[in-house]
């Protein structure tokens, strides 16, 4: 898998700038641990990244991430200088030249419910390797939640790491990826093929079914056929935006949606939603969302800090 001398780019989930304990971001452990083996190979390692929200600097110095580098002597760097790839499905995805150029890739998902995706597991963790504020251009491009899938899988095999080993000591349920609540599920899971182990997980989850990238893959019949070694049995509470509806129909859970709000009793008027949003759907000034604008992407909660966007049922 790896010879010595490879150039490694080892790539965690640093959304923001959240400590370690607080289970949004890849814990420095693994992370330390998975360095220390790629040093022992003799490879190259470097670590990667390119934040949702807040700078670089500031991410890896909250996470614990810039510690583990500078005490193991190993280059931390952003994600940036873009290249434009053709995927599958869609074109002229900005993918990092520091992706592109390493000789291989290293993949550290975090265990995590998503609001618009449901999950967030490996495939959907190298979506961070698009540079920037391009992310959120996406969200106007592939404003389906099926064709956002399909992005994220493109993207996937662009990126095509060689292994993926998730975080999943503990992890996150409920509205995350950012403001849902933490919980223990004491997994530590790895595999050659992200697919195969974001299908094993979420079939062990028992929420297969409503997992787009998983039903995604399997529709273009890329996962793989894979054996799983040793067990792992847990239930996990899903993001308020999948009601019991979806779980039966998407026919008739599509009139039944879940809309961001501004909780105005927490909002300190940052304009990080504001900012972040890719249909300019909010104004802050006077704490509204223009629901005509708003795709339901989902980001507005995602990137704020303060838990302050609410996601509350419309019938549409």
């Known amino acids: 898998m790896f010879s010595p001398s490879d150039k490694v780019l080892v ?50 110095k909250v996470t614990g991430v810039e510690d583990v580098c500078e005490n193991l002597g190993v280059p931390c760097v952003p994600l940036d ?63 389906n939640y099926d064709d956002f899938a399909n992005l994220l899988i493109d993207i996937h095999r662009i990126v ?32 050659k093929n992200a697919f195969a182990l974001d299908d094993a997980i979420c079939k062990a989850l028992g929420i297969d079914h409503v997992v787009y990238t998983v039903q995604q893959a399997r529709e273009k019949r890329i996962v793989p056929n894979y054996e799983t070694i040793g067990t792992f049995h847990a239930s996990i509470e899903l993001p308020s935006t999948v009601s019991t509806l979806d779980r039966l129909s998407r026919t008739f859970s599509r009139f039944f949606v879940k809309y961001p709000k501004i909780d105005t009793r927490k909002c300190v008027k940052c304009r990080l939603c504001e900012e972040r949003c890719p249909a300019s759907a909010i104004d802050i000034s006077s704490q509204r969302i223009n629901y005509q604008k708003c795709i339901r992407c ?19």
């Open 11 to 60: 790539k965690p989930n640093l959304i923001s700038a959240r400590k370690p304990e607080e289970a949004v971001t890849t814990h420095p452990i693994i992370l330390k641990t998975v360095l220390e083996f790629l040093l022992d190979l003799g490879t190259k390692p470097f670590v990667a990244d390119s934040p949702a929200f807040s700078s670089f600097k500031r991410v890896v």
């Open 81 to 143: 200088d873009p290249v434009e790839v053709n995927g599958e499905v869609f074109q002229k995805i900005k993918i990092s030249r520091k992706v592109l150029e390493a000789d291989k890739v290293v993949n550290l998902p975090k265990l995590k419910t998503h609001s618009q995706m449901v999950m967030t597991l490996g495939v959907k963790n190298t979506f961070g390797c698009v540079v920037g504020l391009e992310k959120s251009s996406w969200h106007m491009r592939a404003k």
């Open 160 to 191: 095509s790491p060689v292994l993926t080993i998730l975080d999943g000591v503990e992890g996150m349920e409920g509205n995350g990826p950012t403001n849902g609540r933490k919980k223990h599920f004491g997994l530590v899971a790895a595999s």
């Open 298 to 316: 989902y980001v507005c909660h995602e990137v704020c800090p303060q838990d302050a966007i609410r996601l509350v049922r419309r019938l549409i």
